[in-house]
T-cell receptor, first 111, second 113 residues
Framework: DQQVKQNSPSLSVQEGRISILNCDYTNSMFDYFLWYKKYPAEGPTFLISISSIKDKNEDGRFTVFLNKSAKHLSLHIVPSQPGDSAVYFC??????????FGTGTRLQVFP | NAGVTQTPKFQVLKTGQSMTLQCAQDMNHNSMYWYRQDPGMGLRLIYYSASEGTTDKGEVPNGYNVSRLNKREFSLRLESAAPSQTSVYFCASPKRGGGSEAFFGQGTRLTVV
């Protein structure tokens, strides 16, 4: 039973435009959400997070939005750059050390 | 400061063989995790250790055992490898509790033939 879902396996965006990656979850007890970025042959690296008491968190070109009523979060990257091409995972936790990950979305940013 | 170090980086096993994947972190974190990554399945939690001396099952623990040797080291053992365990394995260590930012190793690519 997948508690964290990323329904789009891939996304292709032109350089300079906005990339929007989506994530849905089923466990209403999740209270902390994170996005990770992964390049081939490397481990995932932390990108940005949001607590359930907020609905938006921004860090430079990256913004995460949380809609608790819809159990949905999204990552916006503006403007997108070729170096952003990677696999993006969302993850969630219910105040334990158990990070539960989604299946990932492969983002390709083309010139 | 190496962060999280995994060994080996690559391994090929025959069905039925055993092996241990090693993981060490030098950040003085309490928690450590083992994940596996498979195409279309994302990262799935195998086992985790919230603190030295404790271990718990994650989403896919069958066929694996773990040992939290000390605060730094968390090993994953395959007693009798099966082709279904062909995967990329990642060790991770979160900064603090509550599912916080976790630092990952570079991964171990395991093939079971």
């Amino acid at each position: 039973d997948q508690q964290v879902k990323q329904n789009s396996p891939s996304l292709s965006v032109q350089e300079g435009r906005i990339s929007i990656l989506n994530c849905d979850y089923t466990n209403s007890m999740f209270d902390y959400f994170l996005w990770y970025k992964k390049y081939p042959a490397e481990g995932p690296t932390f990108l940005i997070s949001i607590s359930s008491i907020k609905d938006k968190n921004e860090d430079g070109r990256f913004t995460v939005f949380l809609n608790k009523s819809a159990k949905h979060l999204s990552l916006h990257i503006v403007p997108s750059q070729p170096g952003d091409s990677a696999v993006y995972f969302c993850a969630a936790s219910e105040n334990t050390d158990k990070l539960i990950f989604g299946t990932g979305t492969r983002l390709q940013v083309f010139p | 400061n190496a962060g999280v170090t995994q060994t080996p980086k690559f391994q090929v096993l025959k069905t039925g063989q055993s092996m241990t994947l090693q993981c060490a972190q030098d950040m003085n974190h309490n928690s450590m995790y083992w994940y596996r990554q498979d195409p279309g399945m994302g990262l799935r939690l195998i086992y985790y250790s919230a603190s030295e001396g404790t271990t718990d099952k994650g989403e896919v623990p069958n066929g694996y055992n773990v040992s939290r040797l000390n605060k730094r080291e968390f090993s994953l053992r395959l007693e009798s490898a099966a082709p279904s365990q062909t995967s990329v394995y990642f060790c991770a260590s979160p900064k603090r509790g509550g599912g916080s930012e976790a630092f990952f190793g570079q991964g171990t690519r395991l093939t079971v033939v």
